[in-house]
């Protein structure tokens, strides 16, 4: 007698779901979003290829699952830094250590994330995944731009478009962790990722920092 996915309690299918994503987020990372084989997922999750479709309909959902997934993750530890207490400066430090730290813990999902970045080479990724990439990069720098408007109502920041400013740092702070994948571009940096990417934030800050009428 087959068993319908309805008729499986609601803890075992929380339980399916995430091995289905924990084992698309290995495949995913090692083969990229066109190469990855839905087989090779249900069978390192543990279930019938017919139980993974169950929950997905093919690649492109998986792979929009698994962002959402991380993404909320990542949102919500995003907003804890940029409550952290302080200045605008310190929750902006706060928010790059926050980043960095989660690239380190979880470069395989940066890779995922990436995607976006590589179509070229993995090909045109569907309208519905991109949209969730681009959904969860607005919500990071419209995170970041908040403080810094923060900053510059304060007085402690100079007058500037924050949309801009998030932007820079963001695409910064990225393009100095991808250097860490490239070893051309690691080997010319000269120091330590961590040392580069804390001195680029140090840098905005004293760009954006409003300069007082005594100086």
């Known amino acids: ?113 990436w995607a976006l970045d590589n179509q070229g080479l993995i090909g045109v990724l569907p309208p519905a995944l991109v949209g969730q990439v681009t959904a969860l990069w607005e919500t990071g720098l419209r995170i970041l731009a908040d403080v810094i408007d923060t900053g510059v109502e304060a007085g402690e920041f100079a007058a500037c478009d924050s949309w801009e400013v998030a932007n820079l740092l963001w695409t910064v702070a990225n393009s100095l962790i991808q250097t860490e994948h490239v070893m051309p571009r690691k080997e010319l940096r000269h120091k330590p990722l961590d040392v580069m990417f804390d001195d680029s934030v140090e840098l905005f800050l004293r760009g954006i920092a409003r300069v007082s009428a005594k100086s």
């Open 1 to 113: 007698m087959l068993v319908s996915n309805s008729d499986v309690p609601a803890d075992r299918k929380a339980q399916q779901r995430q091995r289905i994503l924990e084992a698309a987020r290995q495949v995913f990372f090692r083969d990229g979003f066109v190469a990855a084989n839905l087989d090779e997922v249900a069978a390192l999750a543990g279930v019938a290829k017919g139980t993974l479709y169950r929950y997905f309909a093919n690649n492109a959902d998986l792979y929009v699952a698994l962002l959402a997934d991380n993404g909320d993750k990542f949102v919500a530890k995003m907003r804890d830094a940029a409550a952290t207490p302080g200045s605008a400066s310190d929750r902006i430090r706060a928010l790059a250590k926050f980043y960095y730290g989660h690239w380190a813990q979880n470069r395989d999902y940066f890779q995922i994330f």
